[in-house]
């Protein structure tokens, strides 16, 4: 596979975009002054108890861990960057 292929490939991804979505909504949010241990509480709230009680699609178990990851990341760089 070469590599424009595997990046075209990464990037149509849903779950890489949504990795990125949240990450990125995080890094904002804490980067703004957001208290990052309150944004991580948010987080853990929204994707493990709001996500599969009220969202369509009831939520399954590895969505919520690869959203709550990407929000991780995300409050990670924005604590460190």
Known sequence: MSLSSFIAKTGQSPEFVAFMAHSGFAYFVVHQGFP?????????????WFDPKYEVNQN????????????????????FL
């Not at 990052?36 to 493990?48: D, N, R, S, T, Y």
């Not at 590895?62 to 760089?77: E, K, M, N, Q």
């Open 36 to 48: 990052w241990w309150a944004a991580l509480v948010l987080a853990g709230i929204k994707e493990f």
């Open 60 to 79: 399954i178990w590895p969505d919520g861990v690869l959203d709550f990851s990407g929000y991780s990341v995300g409050i990670a760089l924005g604590v």
